[in-house]
């Protein structure tokens, strides 16, 4: 087993630089979009082989560190009875406005409720030599999604309710951060060896809002994992102002989008946190020479400093070139 993601979770020395991308699992891959051609969203995500396929083909084409979980953050919810579809962003049909929708949000049973996603980490965990990472969404991006109806260019909504109504805002973030521990539990009894928690948009809020809104129901998801004995890793989108609370919450790992420098990140976080990141996803998109020079910049800024996993400061977007990612982590291994 290549263990360097784990070894570098743990701020641990490593041979090489352990290296993964986020949305690595499709998107860019031609072989992945074939198979879209033949299956929708929740097909996939319902049938093993197929999600497990998925997760696998990062692996074999570009020899990256880790294979990451092919699902959703919000697929949870459909378990548990939510009416959700992605097209391709998350639409509900029936968005929550009150305390009288906290009724249809029941607890998560995973081995009932999405055994599938259980089966296809189980297959995972047999066939390859490089980790699994399990992931979740965060209770604040959930249940932006859940008020908003989808997505969201303002979350206006979702924080007016955060302010008007924090009774029932805490009652929300609370069942879900329930259901966000019962998944990433049952994904690592499953065979994941790292989790992910995704809070992909706790940027919108201020360090205060996050702090009094927000910080208890995400601290409950990593007490709730603390004796697993995984590394637990934590990201945001623009979330520069709320480093340091991401790993209060009890992160193992920050990940770091490209507004901010690892080396700043660092020093803001202290030597107990590793950190992940933190290639802006567009500079792989400019020629490979330009794509060489923005890593060497990363690399440079964490310092060759132990407690570094580089990935990109957010996902691979559709149109990269899967060669260029390859070259990628061939540059970051050294080889």
């Not at 951060?177 to 790292?194: F, T």
């Not at 803001?268 to 946190?273: E, F």
């Not at 132990?306 to 390859?326: C, K, M, Y």
Request: aromatic share 8%; proline share 7%; with cysteine.
């Amino acid at each position: 087993m290549n263990t360097s993601l784990l070894d570098a979770c743990w701020g641990k020395p490593v041979e090489r630089l352990p290296v993964w991308f986020m949305r690595q699992a499709g998107r860019c891959l031609p072989e992945y979009r074939a198979l879209r051609e033949k299956h929708g969203m929740f097909d996939i995500f319902r049938a093993p082989e197929l999600a497990a396929e998925v997760t696998m083909q990062p692996v074999r084409r570009l020899g990256v560190d880790a294979a990451i979980l092919f699902s959703d953050i919000v697929v949870p919810l459909a378990a548990v009875g939510i009416e959700i579809d992605l097209q391709p962003g998350p639409v509900l049909a029936r968005p929550f406005r009150s305390a009288a929708d906290l009724a249809r949000l029941r607890p998560l049973e995973p081995e009932a409720d999405m055994p599938y996603v259980l089966d296809t980490v189980r297959l995972l965990a047999g066939e390859l030599d490089v980790p699994v990472i399990g992931f979740a969404g965060a209770p604040f991006t959930l249940a932006s999604y859940l008020v908003e109806g989808g997505s969201s260019k303002t979350l206006g909504r979702t924080k007016a309710v955060m302010h008007a109504d924090p009774a029932f805002w805490a009652e929300l973030l609370d069942r879900l951060a329930g259901i966000v521990v019962a998944s990433l539990r049952a994904q690592v009894a499953a065979g994941a060896r790292a989790v992910q928690v995704f809070d992909s948009w706790a940027g919108f809020l201020s360090p205060a809002d996050y702090r009094r809104s927000v910080l208890p129901a995400t601290r409950k998801i990593f007490a709730g994992l603390a004796d697993l004995g995984v590394p637990r890793i934590h990201f945001g989108v623009g979330t520069g102002e709320l480093l340091e609370l991401l790993a209060e919450a009890g992160a193992d790992v920050v990940g770091v989008d490209w507004r901010v420098p690892l080396d700043r990140a660092r020093a803001r976080l202290g030597d107990h946190v590793a950190v992940q990141g933190n290639l802006d996803p567009a500079v792989c998109l400019a020629p490979w020479e330009v794509v060489a020079r923005e890593a060497t910049g990363v690399l440079e800024a964490n310092g060759g400093r132990p407690g570094h996993i580089f990935n990109l400061g957010w996902g691979v977007l559709p149109e990269t070139d899967p060669d260029i990612l390859r070259r990628l982590v061939d540059f970051v291994h050294g080889d």
